[in-house]
């Protein structure tokens, strides 16, 4: 079983930054992908960023040049650096870890106020 576990969720204005972290159970290595989805009210969940256990990377369209995923596989933990953050960026954020089964983390919220 893997255990997923975010934070660095919370109110920032636009133009801020922010740093969320995923903090897994097992090693990441051990995993083909790990990503940030998002999820606003409403609205589809959504692939934000992904990293595979190779380091190759993929980006939503939408956070190209502001969002960077990044991982720490002594710490088992991947990260999402948000910079230039815009209103429309306000959703929970869940950590993903996708193998032969998908694995979801709690989420966190993220706000982002104009």
């Known amino acids: 079983q893997v255990q997923l576990v975010e934070s660095g969720g919370g109110w920032v204005q636009a133009g801020g930054s922010l740093r969320l972290s995923c903090a897994a159970s097992?090693?990441?290595?051990?995993?083909?992908?790990m990503g940030w989805y998002r999820q606003a009210p409403g609205k589809r969940r959504e692939l934000v960023a992904a990293?595979?256990?190779?380091?190759?990377?993929n980006y939503a369209d939408s956070v190209k040049g502001r969002f960077t995923i990044s991982r720490d596989n002594a710490k088992n933990t991947v990260y999402l650096q948000m910079n230039s953050l815009k209103p429309e960026d306000t959703a929970v954020y869940y950590c993903?870890?996708?193998?032969?089964?998908?694995?979801w983390g709690k989420g966190t919220l993220v706000t982002v106020s104009s």
């Open positions: 993903n870890a996708d193998s032969n089964i998908r694995y």
């Open positions: 097992v090693s990441i290595m051990s995993v083909n992908t």
């Open positions: 990293i595979t256990s190779g380091g190759s990377t």
